[in-house]
């Protein structure tokens, strides 16, 4: 995150805060520079795309769309987390792709896609002892890997009729995603997309975890910029050709989340409280955004 007295992001030499440092709540337009690609990878180490990069990214983004609808259908009452894991696993092999969360990271993540169930924030991990039952709530969080190209979405399921907490938080969510999404075109800064989300969520009752955040992906799994979902300082404008997730976790109760000793991947929320998410891939384009995802609530 860049702070008040950090050199500024368009490279000019001064202070973030005598240069681009937002006032009045408006920020100053981005520089119209042809180095503005160099510019950004340097300092930010945000990877603006190539037209023959977005076209790759769009495609895998299609795939684990595809791949992450046709999973949520099978999260019904009865179904274990390990068949829907599996059966992810077969689409990504069908379609000649590589699940991006196999393996990845520290410890490896031993399964392919992400099943975190009511008050699992995110992470969570299949195995054949979790069997989906009326009134839960899934997160189903798919990354794909098609050709070299990274797509990265989750939605959530409700396992028949819910609790009206549940339902609540859940709706929460996917709001929080589609209204910070709304706001996106080039010169906005990173830091709206947490304000969206912040007001709404705090608004209607819920909280934000800030312990994790989007991100750049497309080229990697994992890019530049941190995109917060929750209040934030990060100045950094949006220019063509960046591609990020935004994934809102809201969760019911407090925000802390509390990641599990063992596995050392499954976050849940400190209260117990239920927990829901949706995710989709961004492109930022000339008049505005395109999403990348193109799964339909």
């Given at each position: 995150?860049?702070?008040?007295?950090?050199?500024?992001?368009?490279?000019?030499?001064?202070?973030?805060?005598?240069?681009?440092?937002?006032?009045?709540?408006?920020?100053?337009?981005?520089?119209?520079?042809?180095?503005?690609?160099?510019?950004?990878?340097?300092?930010?180490?945000?990877?603006?795309k190539t037209p023959e990069q977005i076209a790759g990214i769009r495609r895998a983004c299609h795939l684990s769309s595809d791949i992450l609808m046709?999973?949520?259908?099978?999260?019904?009452?009865?179904?274990?987390?390990?068949?829907?894991?599996?059966?992810?696993?077969?689409?990504?092999?069908?379609?000649?792709?590589?699940?991006?969360?196999?393996?990845?990271?520290?410890?490896?993540?031993?399964?392919?896609?992400?099943?975190?169930?009511?008050?699992?924030?995110?992470?969570?991990?299949?195995?054949?002892?979790?069997?989906?039952?009326?009134?839960?709530?899934?997160?189903?969080?798919?990354?794909?890997?098609?050709?070299?190209?990274?797509?990265?979405?989750?939605?959530?399921?409700?396992?028949?009729?819910?609790?009206?907490?549940?339902?609540?938080?859940?709706?929460?969510?996917?709001?929080?995603?589609?209204?910070?999404?709304?706001?996106?075109?080039?010169?906005?800064?990173?830091?709206?997309?947490?304000?969206?989300?912040?007001?709404?969520?705090?608004?209607?009752?819920?909280?934000?975890?800030?312990?994790?955040?989007?991100h750049g992906v497309g080229v990697y799994f994992h890019e530049g910029p941190q995109v917060p979902h929750c209040y934030n300082e990060v100045g950094?404008?949006?220019?063509?050709?960046?591609?990020?997730?935004?994934?809102?976790?809201?969760?019911?109760?407090?925000?802390?989340?509390?990641?599990?000793?063992?596995?050392?991947?499954?976050?849940?929320?400190?209260?117990?409280?239920?927990?829901?998410?949706?995710?989709?891939?961004?492109?930022?384009?000339?008049?505005?955004?395109?999403?990348?995802?193109?799964?339909?609530?």
């Amino acid at each position: 995150m860049i702070g008040r007295n950090d050199a500024c992001w368009c490279g000019s030499g001064k202070k973030w805060k005598k240069c681009h440092f937002p006032q009045e709540g408006k920020p100053k337009p981005a520089p119209t520079t042809k180095n503005l690609k160099s510019l950004y990878e340097k300092n930010y180490d945000i990877l603006l795309k190539t037209p023959e990069q977005i076209a790759g990214i769009r495609r895998a983004c299609h795939l684990s769309s595809d791949i992450l609808m046709e999973t949520c259908k099978r999260a019904v009452a009865g179904v274990t987390t390990q068949e829907l894991n599996d059966f992810a696993h077969k689409l990504h092999l069908d379609a000649g792709a590589i699940p991006a969360a196999l393996h990845y990271g520290e410890p490896p993540f031993p399964k392919s896609i992400c099943l975190s169930l009511n008050e699992v924030i995110c992470h969570g991990i299949a195995d054949t002892k979790t069997v989906l039952k009326e009134g839960d709530i899934l997160n189903i969080d798919v990354a794909s890997i098609l050709d070299g190209y990274y797509g990265d979405c989750s939605m959530m399921v409700c396992v028949g009729a819910v609790s009206p907490e549940k339902q609540r938080v859940v709706d929460v969510a996917y709001e929080c995603l589609m209204r910070s999404i709304a706001i996106l075109k080039p010169g906005v800064l990173v830091s709206a997309v947490g304000e969206a989300i912040e007001s709404y969520a705090t608004g209607h009752g819920c909280s934000v975890v800030h312990q994790f955040v989007g991100h750049g992906v497309g080229v990697y799994f994992h890019e530049g910029p941190q995109v917060p979902h929750c209040y934030n300082e990060v100045g950094i404008p949006l220019v063509p050709g960046m591609t990020f997730t935004i994934e809102p976790m809201i969760n019911a109760g407090v925000r802390e989340g509390v990641i599990d000793s063992k596995d050392k991947w499954t976050a849940r929320t400190k209260d117990g409280k239920p927990s829901a998410q949706w995710e989709h891939t961004i492109l930022i384009t000339e008049e505005g955004h395109e999403i990348l995802t193109s799964w339909k609530r």
